[in-house]
């Protein structure tokens, strides 16, 4: 079956303990994006990747870091995290960058205390 | 400054009925609108989609309409169903994807 998966679905943390947010998609998509999804603002860009060690920052990638160093694998990660940084987080992929369907990930919701 | 704005957070409508969820944006540099569907505890998934070129897009039950002079883009459902009660977001592209915040649908029996 087709899937991008996350994990973990849920998670609470404390300010500043490092973390990390695991995506995984079985399509062989070039293309891979983190958002975060907060109330009234819909969902909004942090990173993307066009490809394996390419990556550029998306529309609010500050306190967030990722690596894209095998196609499937898309992880997003927390140095240190803040309240903030409070969200529903989305993985997606999609074919390449020019493909706009993207699949989605179930979330990430990560609350910091 | 939100480009992409659905100003409606929530819906409800009598099952059988149509649905028209709108969505306005204030690029005129977009060329390529999306709906996505979420449903609770789920990511969204596509569900239609429609050119700058073209005025309104099809498929079964959904149909998309655009009007490039009013900057506006509308879903319509007929009929609506049960299953269709969920959360819609319209997103709109030149180089990247921007979304709007989504309206709440709610489809009454």
């Known amino acids: 079956e087709a899937q991008v998966t996350q994990n973990p679905r849920y998670l609470i943390t404390v300010t500043g303990k490092k973390l990390t947010v695991t995506c995984s998609q079985n399509?062989?998509?070039?293309?891979m994006s983190w958002y975060r999804q907060d109330p009234g603002l819909g969902l909004r860009q942090i990173y993307y990747?066009?490809?394996?060690?390419?990556?550029d920052k998306g529309d609010v990638p500050e306190g967030y870091k990722v690596s894209r160093k095998e196609k499937r694998n898309f992880p997003l990660i927390l140095e240190s995290p803040s309240p903030n940084q409070t969200s529903l987080y989305f993985c997606?992929?999609?074919?390449?960058?020019?493909?706009?369907?993207?699949?989605f990930g179930p979330g990430t919701r990560l609350t910091v205390t | 400054d939100q480009q992409v704005k659905q100003n409606s957070p929530s819906l409800s409508v009598q099952e059988g009925r149509i649905s028209i969820l709108n969505c306005d944006y204030t690029?005129?540099?977009?060329?390529?609108f999306l709906w996505y569907k979420k449903y609770p505890a789920e990511g969204p998934t596509f569900l239609i989609s429609?050119?700058?070129i073209k005025d309104k897009n099809e498929d079964g039950r959904f149909t998309v309409f655009l009007n490039k002079s009013a900057k506006h883009l509308s879903l319509h459902i007929v009929p609506s169903q049960p299953g269709d009660s969920a959360v819609y977001f319209c997103?709109?592209?030149?180089?990247?994807?921007?979304w709007g915040a989504g309206t709440k649908l709610i489809i009454k029996p």
């Open positions: 997103a709109a592209s030149d180089y990247q994807l921007i």
């Open positions: 997606a992929s999609s074919l390449n960058r020019l493909s706009y369907e993207q699949y």
């Open positions: 399509m062989n998509h070039e293309y």
């Open positions: 690029n005129s540099m977009f060329d390529y």
């Open positions: 990747s066009m490809n394996v060690e390419v990556t």
């Open positions: 429609i050119s700058s």
